[in-house]
């Protein structure tokens, strides 16, 4: 499909039925689904207890009966240590049940946006990666997470949209941010290791990104394929620390820098994962804004939230050093 043909449907492709969001109780997946009732398009939200998505006659008879417009898959293994040990189990999540969804997707004639992830590629280079630079995962995770992204390219050539994201926060889900404000409180200083670099990017910015997409992909505007879903800039996890301070009145030189040698992790974390975002001036899409001045907008619900809420700060790609002195 070329960027000039249109989806079949009404109105030349509007919005023909509600979007599905697969991964229903997670952070990004809460804000994708506000910001859809936010613009006035029906939804329908599978949570994991509803829809398990490497079931393929559930898969089926759940797309069939709700008949989507647009499925957004947020459902996926993001253990990223837990998956060197446990591949297939991860490949089961992050590629087969992909394979399953875009299958019905094409069988039901709904477009698909599925999130991906910047451990797709080697996290070596020294310039932000192109869409379609060559791939080379290093972790088992990296491995499960490119074997959906082909699935998808392959069984939705004209309606499969791949989304890479990396180093999300959130108010709905724990996140390296919402450590770094239990922590601020916790300790007089923190070890954070500066030696990796990539981009914060919130949530939020990201889901009204993808609602951007789906319409963009429903009226023939957006070509297929693979987008680069992340904030504007780079930062390593020492400057995202210091800014977090900064921003809420703290004194960022509590947060000192260390290395990715100061522990070791089952997985190893890309040095380097700054991502281009190149295509999305083909789709007419405006990329999204700095990493700072999304941090700054955001942090104040993300706080309120967390004070509110006893919630496990998991982030897979830890950069506190807890055995630093």
């Avoid at 030349?12 to 804000?31: E, F, K, Q, S």
């Avoid at 992909?98 to 020294?126: M, P």
């Avoid at 023939?220 to 680069?228: C, D, E, L, N, S």
Wanted: glycine share 10%; hydrophobic share 40%.
């Amino acid at each position: 499909m070329t960027a000039h043909h249109r989806l079949p449907g009404p109105a030349g492709g509007a919005d023909r039925g509600p979007w599905l969001v697969t991964g229903a109780g997670g952070m990004l997946a809460r804000d994708v689904l506000a910001e859809l009732t936010r613009a006035g398009i029906g939804t329908v939200a599978a949570r994991r207890s509803a829809l398990d998505v490497t079931d393929p006659v559930a898969v089926r008879a759940f797309i069939t009966s709700r008949r989507p417009s647009v499925v957004v898959n947020c459902a996926a293994w993001t253990a990223v240590d837990d998956a060197e040990d446990r591949e297939a189990d991860a490949l089961a999540v992050n590629g087969t049940a992909v394979r399953l969804l875009a299958r019905a997707c094409r069988d039901a004639g709904a477009v698909l946006l599925h999130l991906s992830t910047d451990y797709v590629f080697a996290g070596d280079a020294t310039r932000p990666y192109r869409e379609d630079d060559p791939t080379g995962p290093r972790t088992a995770y990296g491995r499960t997470k490119l074997v959906g992204e082909r699935a998808v390219l392959d069984t939705l050539p004209d309606t499969g949209y791949v989304v890479r994201t990396a180093w999300l926060y959130g108010a709905g889900g724990g996140s390296f941010v919402r450590t770094l404000l239990r922590l601020e409180r916790e300790r007089d200083t923190l070890d954070v290791v500066d030696d990796q670099r990539g981009q914060p990017t919130w949530t939020v910015d990201l889901a009204h990104t993808l609602v951007a997409l789906g319409r963009a992909a429903l009226s023939g505007a957006a070509p297929p394929g693979v987008y680069h879903g992340t904030s504007a800039g780079e930062a390593t996890w020492h400057a995202l620390g210091r800014e977090v301070f900064r921003l809420i009145g703290a004194d960022p030189a509590r947060v000192r820098p260390t290395t990715s040698d100061a522990y070791a992790r089952p997985a190893p974390r890309p040095a380097y994962s700054v991502l281009g975002h190149d295509r999305w001036h083909t789709a007419g899409i405006a990329p999204m804004r700095d990493w700072r001045s999304a941090l700054a907008a955001a942090l104040p619900g993300i706080a309120h939230r967390a004070t509110g809420e006893a919630h496990t700060d998991r982030e897979e790609s830890p950069s506190v050093c807890d055995r630093c002195p």
